[in-house]
Every structure is written in structure tokens, then in C-alpha cells.
């Protein structure tokens, strides 16, 4: 299952948060643990630091977003 079909109801969250517009992690907790966690199910290996793996994960989440057009 792909990143915008597990999350097809946050996807505007998640673009705001993959363009910097707010940080996930503080706005919508939940959201980032799961995100997160679909991650690293999907087989990413996180470093142990929070702002490292914060930076990671947006990372992941622009190129996921970015290779879908916006309909």
C-alpha cells in the first residue's frame, strides 16, 4: 500500500509538513507516529536522533509526494 493511499485524508497535512510549512511532529503527533511507522515498516532504519529521523522522514515524505500529481 503507498504512502497516499494508507494516508489519502492527511495528505494535505503531509505536504504542508514535507514543504515546511509546519512541523508534523508538534501539530499532529499521532500522524507523525504512524507516518513513522510506516517507514520503517517499508524498511527505513531511523538513527536514534530526533532531528535526524525528523529530517529523514520529510525527506521521504517530499519524494513520496512529489511523484504523484495533484489532481
Known sequence: MSLIEKFKKD????????NG???LDVK???LYKKVRRYYENEGVVFSG????????LMD???QDLS???VA
Not at 495528505?11 to 514535507?18: D, F, N, P
Not at 530526533?50 to 529523514?56: H, I, K, Q, R
Open 11 to 18: 495528505v494535505s497535512t503531509l505536504r504542508s509538513a514535507a
Open 21 to 23: 510549512d509546519i512541523y
Open 28 to 30: 499532529s503527533p499521532k
Open 60 to 62: 521521504y515524505l517530499y
Open 67 to 69: 511523484t504523484i500529481e
Open 49 to 56: 536522533d530526533p532531528l535526524d529521523d525528523y529530517e529523514m
